[in-house]
């Protein structure tokens, strides 16, 4: 993992399209700013974990017997 400090109204930028700006700083929590292209998916990571079990949850052995009847 990579470890950078930024100060308030700092940025780093990413894949150069992706630009990450420390907005505000109060106590222990850091509001930050993502600008990247639409195309990119940003999710918190609770959010992307829930995704992920949800995904791997529908997929059951039935739906894919049924798939594999399709083709």
Same mark, same amino acid.
């Given at each position: ?8 109204? /700092?940025?780093?930028?990413? *894949? ?18 993502? !600008? !990247? ?15 992920? /079990? !949800? *995904? ?8 894919? !017997?049924? @798939?594999?009847? @399709?083709?």
């Amino acid at each position: 993992m990579l470890t950078l400090s930024r100060k308030k109204n /700092e940025s780093l930028v990413i *894949n150069n399209n992706i630009e990450v700006t420390i907005l505000d700083i109060k106590g222990d929590q850091i509001k930050i700013g993502i !600008a !990247a292209p639409r195309e990119v998916p940003v999710y918190r990571k609770e959010i992307y974990l829930e995704i992920q /079990e !949800a *995904n791997k949850s529908s997929v059951t052995e039935e739906s894919v !017997a049924a @798939l594999k009847e @399709l083709l």
